[in-house]
C-alpha cells in the first residue's frame, strides 16, 4: 500500500533555531515529492518539488532533501521565525497514471515561539 | 495574490439544506481538483477535472458532484447536507513546471459546519 508517513506529529521551537522535518514514503513507481506549507485556515502553498534525480532544493530558508534509495526526504527550516508556525505536508506523486496521483502525508505541526 | 478563488470561505447550515461551494482559477489550468481536509488528517481527493465536461470521483467515496462547464469554474454542490458533511474543502488546479511535474495551487478553503 502506498504511504506517506511524517515525523514528529508536531514539533516545538524558539524563533531563531534550527529544524528538520521528516518524511517518510513507499509510493512506486515515484515520480517527486513536494513539501507544501499550510496556515491555520488557509490551503497549502508549494515550497518545493523534487524529480527523482534531484537531492536537494532550496527556497530561501527552506532546504529540501531527498533519498529516493531510502525513500526518505527532509525539510531543513534554518533561523525559524513566526512566521514560519503553520503544517508542513509531504506529497508524493507516482507515475502510475495520466494524472499522477498524489499521496498526502498528514503533516507537521510546526509551532515557534518568541 | 491568489490565483484560485474559493467562495465562502465559512458557511453554517442547517441539515438538509443544499449547498453548492464554488471555485475559480484564472491560471487557464485544465486540471481541477477538490479534496477534503479534517484536522489533523491527511487531504483526501473527492473529485477531478481533466478539463472541460470531464469530472471523476476520487478516491474518498463523496455524495457532493462537481461539473466543469468552463474551465476556470469547478463548483462543488451537496443536495442535502448532513453533520457527516462537515469539514474543510480545498479546491486545486495544476499547471506543468519546467520539469513537467504538474504543481498544485490550492485555494484557501471552505470550511462547512452543517448542524
Known amino acids: 500500500k502506498n504511504q506517506v508517513e511524517q515525523s514528529p506529529q508536531s514539533l516545538i521551537i524558539l524563533e531563531g533555531k534550527n529544524c528538520t522535518l521528516q518524511?517518510?514514503?513507499?509510493?512506486?513507481?515515484?515520480?517527486?515529492l513536494r513539501w507544501y506549507k499550510q496556515d491555520t485556515g488557509r490551503g497549502p502553498v508549494s515550497l518545493t518539488i523534487?524529480?527523482?534525480?534531484?537531492n536537494t532544493k532550496s527556497n530561501g530558508r527552506y532546504t529540501a532533501t531527498l533519498d529516493a534509495d531510502t525513500k526518505q526526504s527532509s525539510l531543513h527550516i534554518t533561523a525559524s521565525q513566526l512566521s514560519d508556525s503553520a503544517s508542513y505536508i509531504c506529497?508524493?506523486?507516482?507515475?502510475?497514471?495520466?494524472?499522477?496521483?498524489?499521496?498526502f502525508g498528514r503533516g507537521t505541526q510546526l509551532t515557534v515561539w518568541p | 495574490e491568489a490565483d484560485i478563488y474559493q467562495t465562502p470561505r465559512y458557511l453554517v447550515i442547517g441539515t438538509g439544506k443544499k449547498i453548492t461551494l464554488e471555485c475559480s482559477q484564472t491560471?487557464?489550468?485544465?486540471?481541477m481538483y477538490w479534496y477534503q481536509q479534517d484536522p489533523g488528517m491527511e487531504l483526501h481527493l473527492i473529485h477531478y477535472?481533466?478539463?472541460?465536461?470531464?469530472?471523476e470521483k476520487g478516491d474518498l467515496s463523496s455524495e457532493s458532484t462537481v461539473s466543469r462547464i468552463r474551465t476556470e469554474h469547478f463548483p462543488l454542490t451537496l443536495e442535502s447536507a448532513r453533520p457527516s458533511h462537515t469539514s474543510q474543502y480545498l479546491c486545486?488546479?495544476?499547471?506543468?513546471?519546467?520539469?513537467?511535474?504538474?504543481?498544485?495551487?490550492f485555494g484557501a478553503g471552505s470550511r462547512l459546519t452543517v448542524l
Open positions: 486545486a488546479s495544476s499547471g506543468p513546471t519546467g520539469n513537467g511535474a504538474n504543481v498544485l495551487t
Open positions: 518524511c517518510n514514503y513507499t509510493v512506486s513507481p515515484f515520480s517527486n
Open positions: 523534487m524529480t527523482f534525480s534531484e
Open positions: 506529497v508524493v506523486s507516482d507515475r502510475g497514471s495520466t494524472l499522477g496521483r498524489l499521496y
Open positions: 491560471m487557464g489550468h485544465d486540471k
Open positions: 477535472s481533466y478539463g472541460v465536461n470531464s469530472t
